[in-house]
């Protein structure tokens, strides 16, 4: 992978051991992928007392890797949730909805907007 500028990226969910988690850590060269919740891309999640436990465990196992959250994250408020005890959180399927609905020629404002939404 290296050679080709690829890193290994690992997913991690809820029901990953500790021991396995950390494993993961050593093998992996780009991130940690922290799955929020069961079930397919894009379904909306809410960041519940669970997955806030789970993101929190992780975090407490002090990690080498950047920890990213993904699945369900979809706007302002679900990133800061999900992102208190992570490095950051990906959003993949509001993303490319906003693209799907958006015109070509608006994109670059709208990618813009929608970006400087989820930051704040």
């Known amino acids: 992978f290296a050679q080709y500028g690829l ?4 997913l991690v969910t809820p029901q990953t051991s500790a ?8 093998l992996a060269d780009g991130f ?3 799955v929020a919740a069961a ?6 999640t809410d960041m519940n007392a669970d997955v806030d436990a789970y993101l929190s465990r992780t975090k407490a196992l002090g990690l080498q890797n950047p ?4 699945f369900g994250i979809s706007d302002a408020a679900s990133f800061a949730a999900a992102s208190r005890h992570t ?3 990906i959003i993949g399927s509001a993303f490319i909805r906003l693209l799907q609905t958006t015109p070509a020629e608006g994109r670059t404002a709208a990618i813009t907007e ?7």
Do not use: E, P, S
């Open 7 to 10: 890193k290994v990226v690992f």
């Open 19 to 26: 021991a396995r988690v950390r494993q993961l850590d050593a």
């Open 32 to 34: 940690i992928y922290l």
């Open 39 to 44: 079930g397919t891309t894009g379904a909306q």
């Open 67 to 70: 920890t990213l959250v993904g």
């Open 87 to 89: 490095t950051g959180a």
């Open 114 to 120: 929608f970006v400087q939404g989820i930051r704040g």
